[in-house]
Each structure stands twice: as structure tokens, then as C-alpha cells.
């Protein structure tokens, strides 16, 4: 199973449209996961042209989007379980506030943004991972945005380039 994991489109405002690398991908996602920061649902009914969507609310995004998402998310698939967080909050770093999210939960993989730091890491055997940016890279080199292929295990990777056009 390859899902696409985006965040912080940011859109209309920080891109008109998804970035031709991303559309490529999105072709063949069998589900694509938002972890919040839509900004509009527009962004929704475009990314489920492609494929089933689920995903969560961020700290921009208004009372359109909240009554369509929650705050947290846990997907079962194959045999694990992904947790979905945005990872805005007030204390700890992003990364922080993703664990303390699942804290609770089994989750094999946690997905988060807000950062717009693209991060892959293993902490207790679980899977950290922030897709950064497709629309909006900040101090970043680069946009980005993940991919999961699920099989026997969650295999996470980036997709890296350098203009959103």
C-alpha cells in the first residue's frame, strides 16, 4: 500500500494550486493522509480527485475545516496503527507534542507537521514522521512532502524538489 502524507498546504495562500511533483504521486496513492494546515476545504475535494483522504485540523484552519476533521487521528491498517496529529500547541517542541499526543494509544507510526521540518526518526520502535511542505517551505532547502509503502513494515521516505511549479 504507497499513501501519500502531506501537510501545511497552506492554500489558497501560500500555493494557487498542488505542485506538479506532488500531482505525479497522487496518481497512484491508494490513500492520502493530511496532518492539517488545509487552509481551505478545497484542498480536500482536490486531494480526493485521487484518491480516499483522511486527516486532521491544524492551528490555521477555521470552523469549515474542524467540522470535517478532528484534532486526532488513528488509522488502522494492514496489521498497524497510525496516529495523526497536527502538533501545534504551547509547551515542547512539535515533535514533543506528537508523542504526548499518543502517549495513551498503541500507534506504530505518529504523522505530524506545523514544523514544516521534513523528519524520519525511530523513538521505541515507533516512526516519527513530518512530511514538511508541499506549498510552503519556510527556511527549508526544499518542498516536500512523504511517502508510506506498507507491507511487512512501515517504510517512510520524503520526496524532495525545489520549485512548487
Request: aromatic share 8%; hydrophobic share 40%; with cysteine.
Amino acid at each position: 500500500m504507497n499513501i501519500v502524507v502531506v501537510s501545511d498546504t497552506h492554500m489558497p495562500k501560500k500555493a494557487k494550486e498542488l505542485p506538479p511533483r506532488l500531482l505525479k504521486d497522487l496518481k497512484s496513492a491508494d490513500l492520502i493522509i493530511h496532518a492539517g494546515d488545509w487552509q481551505t476545504i478545497s484542498v480536500f475535494k482536490e486531494l480526493s480527485k485521487y484518491a480516499r483522504v483522511v486527516g486532521v485540523f491544524g492551528n490555521v484552519d477555521g470552523p469549515d475545516i474542524k467540522s470535517h476533521f478532528k484534532e486526532k487521528l488513528i488509522i488502522p491498517i494492514c496489521d498497524f496503527k497510525i496516529g495523526v496529529v497536527h502538533g501545534h500547541g504551547q509547551k515542547w517542541t512539535t515533535e514533543k507534542r506528537a508523542l504526548a499526543a499518543f502517549k495513551e494509544d498503541h500507534v506504530d507510526c505518529i504523522i505530524f507537521g506545523h514544523s514544516h521540518i521534513p523528519l524520519i526518526k525511530k523513538v521505541e520502535g515507533m516512526l516519527l514522521f513530518n512530511p514538511g511542505s508541499a506549498t510552503d517551505k519556510r527556511k527549508q532547502t526544499h518542498f516536500s512532502y512523504g511517502i508510506l509503502h506498507i507491507g511487512k513494515s512501515i517504510e517512510a521516505e520524503h520526496v524532495f524538489y525545489e520549485t512548487k511549479n
